[in-house]
């Protein structure tokens, strides 16, 4: 036993003085490995898997034309477009060959004819008198180119007047040129009235307090009006009256009058073609 732990001493000992002497050497021990000989090559690998796609490249030159593929098959027709004007007229064509002698006719009876013809004539004279004796006697109409006028005598307020003339399919009627309120007035005059409703009334009241007048069709008064001397078209009225309707006097003039006063009236139609270029005359 002691000669086993002596020898550990000194081992150790030994030891000890080796590392003493190693840790106090400055020297460092290094080592350098050279490359070796190049080996042989190896063999070719296994084809990879496709890589992501790339971003695109610039645009590439304009190649030459291709040849012209061929005619393909007509398509379907279109809608059809519009109407073009029309052309100019083209040259006259040549004359066409006659043609054939057609058989000869039988002989006319013409004085026949010509007496049926003039009988005719008599007879339309007659109804034209007729219609002319219906609207200007019985009716007791008048007439321009463009209207009928109806004198009626049923003393009435100006709103009633002016739907009574409505419901017989006219208005009021509206003296709007110096012929027609001339002819207006003397239609009054041969009946032996003074004074009757025309369509003429007060629309509104400007701010000076001066009345503003329209025709019975809503249009302004402009370029005509026959107002006595007496009367104006723009005078103020009291507004404790009503004397916002207009009457026409025999003599032609126009003056203010109550609307709730009763009076004859006139109404006016506008003349309608039917077939035949007869004209319809009011009830």
């Known amino acids: ?7 550990r001493l000194v081992m ?3 030891c000890a003085t080796l590392l003493k002497s190693i840790s106090a050497s400055p020297e460092v021990c290094t080592n350098s490995f050279l490359p070796g000989a190049k080996g042989d090559q190896g063999e070719v690998g296994e084809e990879g898997d496709d ?23 007509v398509g379907y027709t279109g809608k059809m477009g519009l109407t073009g004007d029309k052309g100019d ?26 007496k049926v013809v003039g009988q005719l004539d008599i007879n ?13 006697v019985i009716l007791g109409l008048r007439e321009t180119e463009e209207r009928y ?13 002016s739907m009574n003339c409505k419901l017989r399919g006219g208005n009021l009627a509206m003296p709007k040129t110096t012929n027609t309120n001339r002819l207006m007035a003397d239609y009054v005059s041969q009946t032996g009235l003074t004074k009757i409703y025309i369509g003429v009334h007060a629309q509104s009241i400007d701010r000076d307090g001066t009345h503003s007048y329209v025709y019975a069709d809503s249009s302004p008064l402009q370029g005509f009006a026959a107002w006595s001397q007496e009367e104006n078209l723009n005078s103020s009225l009291a507004p404790t009256t009503n004397s916002s309707c207009v009457e026409l006097l025999s003599t032609g003039a126009w003056s203010h009058v109550e609307c709730e006063a009763t009076m004859f009236f006139m109404c ?6 039917r077939r035949g270029g007869e004209r319809r005359i009011p009830s």
């Open 1 to 7: 036993m002691k000669k086993r732990s002596s020898l």
């Open 12 to 14: 150790l000992c030994m």
């Open 51 to 73: 890589g992501k796609l790339g971003k695109y490249g610039p645009k590439g030159f304009r190649g030459m034309p291709g040849e012209q593929g061929l005619r393909g098959e």
């Open 89 to 114: 007229k083209g040259d006259a064509g040549l004359d066409g060959p006659s043609g054939l002698r057609g058989k000869p006719g039988t002989t006319c009876d013409c004085g026949r004819y010509r």
């Open 124 to 136: 339309t004279g007659k109804l034209r008198n007729a219609v002319k004796f219906l609207k200007n």
């Open 149 to 161: 006028y109806l004198l009626v005598k049923e003393p009435k307020r100006f709103r009633e007047a």
């Open 268 to 273: 006016e139609f506008t003349k309608s073609r």
